[in-house]
Nanobody
Framework: QVQVVESGGGLVQAGGSLRLSCAAP????????VGWFRQTPGKEREFVSR????????FYADSVEGRFTISRDDAKNAVYLQMNALNPEDTGIYYC??????????????????WGQGTQVTVSS
């Protein structure tokens, strides 16, 4: 089973940028889709973005479209989420998740097979 680790979270002012990374130490994402979700206290885990395996199609939540960019580097076993023009509503714990089905635009947490522990993103106003 692939284990995933997120990094890159932190505190940033509104309008700023962060880049999150998702790694699979000792394993590969190749052939899997990878998604990013976020969660704030009292709310359900929310889909943010997804990149498919092989075809590298990308999907975004409406709330982040045009501001966030997901990418993958299979040679480095890494997936990235570049987040620009951040606002306080983007605050939350961001989770990376692996879907062994490499295709399609799955957006439900239950569609994903392996989860990381999350990284905190805080955007101050």
């Amino acid at each position: 089973q692939v284990q995933v680790v997120e990094s890159g979270g932190g505190l940033v002012q509104a309008g700023g940028s962060l880049r999150l990374s998702c790694a699979a130490p000792g394993r590969t994402f190749s052939g899997s889709a990878v998604g990013w979700f976020r969660q704030t206290p009292g709310k359900e885990r929310e889909f943010v973005s997804r990149i498919t395996g092989y075809t590298t199609h990308t999907f975004y939540a409406d709330s982040v479209e045009g501001r966030f960019t997901i990418s993958r580097d299979d040679a480095k076993n890494a997936v990235y989420l570049q987040m620009n023009a951040l606002n306080p509503e983007d605050t939350g714990i961001y989770y990376c998740a692996v879907d062994y089905n490499p295709y399609g635009g799955a957006r439900l947490p239950s569609d994903y097979d392996v989860w990381g522990q999350g990284t905190q993103v805080t955007v101050s106003s």
